[in-house]
């Protein structure tokens, strides 16, 4: 098929370096063997102010919104005319194009397909524009209803991983326990509790290093270290860490060979804030998918969902609070033999089940289209 392709290379300015999208989405479609036809256009600021709510938001939009619009239907029509395209797929937030931006292209006999991977917690983004295309590609079960109720068509399409460049590197296990990811929600507070449990962990990502205490002399941090402070009968501590603890943004290359590095790799599930509240959301995420087939070992934040995609307790590990995860993580650092099985397993059934290759073949099946 031959596919305009008009997304960012990753997902948000904090991963500067990565292209992260560009090696999960364009390359499995261009290894499929479509004919990619790329949008040329810096869509980077486009996701910096994706928000209309936020800071600066609405002004960009209102004055940058139409030019991307313009741009967009030139190429795709340039394109379109010079062999005729199949399909226009894109990542797009409404503050990207307005609705009848996407239905000039689908009037030119194109199918549209919009992937978006944040509607668990900001469906309220691609609300508008989602009823626009052909179809929604939505990573969140749960979410299907709404895309309906706005009037869209969603196909259920999980997250997964290119294997062409999410693959095992030499084993070192320098590290007992990694976390890959950016620093907020619970996070800092499990990584605390496994510290001072004894359990050495290592994370690295965007926010981790603003944690570390600054530099004070040995007097008043023995001095500090006497102070509890309580409020409401409840124990109030900061979720510093140690600065050898905490690591700065990964390249994509040195994310994947991190997964080797470790005995054990973390993921955690609930996403934004949402911890704080009384229903937490939880979201099956891309390093549910990329961390097995780049070889970890994977200890993941349990929510009912993953049992769809990976056996908990033979292909990965789970844990459903601070005092489990610390279990878990001595468990399978006593027995390496037995963590060495789950590894390989994970590892298989992401190859076997979880590739982006296999995702977009099932998702343009059910759109009636040649994969």
């Not at 063997?33 to 256009?41: A, S």
């Not at 070992?297 to 459903?320: D, H, Q, R, T, W």
Request: a neutral charge; proline letters at 6%.
């Amino acid at each position: 098929m031959r596919i305009f392709y008009a997304a960012g290379s990753r997902p948000n300015e904090a991963l500067a370096e990565s292209s992260v999208w560009r090696r999960n989405l364009l390359n499995a479609l261009a290894s499929m063997g479509h004919d990619i036809v790329e949008l040329d256009y810096d869509l980077e600021p486009h996701y910096r102010h994706a928000d209309p709510t936020s800071a600066g938001a609405g002004a960009f939009i209102a004055a940058q919104r139409h030019l991307l619009e313009a741009a967009l239907l030139e190429q795709v029509t340039r394109a379109h005319r010079q062999k005729p395209l199949d399909v226009f797929f894109s990542y797009f937030y409404s503050a990207f194009a307005r609705p009848e931006v996407i239905r000039r292209i689908t009037e030119m006999g194109i199918v549209t397909v919009n992937w978006y991977c944040n509607a668990s917690y900001q469906f309220d983004l691609v609300s508008e524009i989602a009823p626009a295309y052909s179809f929604c590609l939505v990573p969140e079960r749960f979410r299907l209803d709404d895309y309906r109720e706005a009037g869209a068509r969603p196909i259920y399409c999980q997250e997964a991983a290119n294997p062409d460049f999410y693959r095992p590197s030499e084993r070192t296990d320098e590290y007992d326990v990694v976390f890959v990811g950016a620093c907020y929600g619970a996070r800092p507070a499990y990584v605390r509790y496994l510290l001072d449990h004894d359990i050495d962990v290592h994370v690295f990502g965007p926010g981790w290093t603003k944690l570390t205490p600054p530099r004070v002399p040995a007097r008043i941090r023995r001095s500090l270290g006497q102070v509890r402070r309580r409020v409401a009968g409840r124990q109030l501590r900061p979720q510093l860490l140690p600065a050898r603890a905490c690591g700065g943004v990964l390249t994509d290359e040195d994310m994947v060979r991190m997964y080797s590095r470790a005995r054990i790799s973390l993921g955690f599930s609930v996403v934004g804030e949402t911890h704080a509240g009384t229903s937490p959301i939880r979201q099956v995420r891309l390093r549910d998918f990329e961390a097995p087939m780049s070889g970890a070992f994977y200890a993941l934040e349990y929510m009912p969902e993953i049992e769809a995609f990976f056996v908990p307790g033979k292909e990965i590990v789970c844990f459903s609070s601070k005092r489990e995860l610390t279990e878990v993580v001595r468990h399978f650092l006593a027995h390496p033999d037995e963590a060495e099985r789950v590894r390989q397993a994970g590892h298989q059934r992401a190859l076997r089940d979880h590739t982006w290759q296999r995702r977009f073949g099932d998702a343009f099946r059910e759109m009636g289209l040649d994969s």
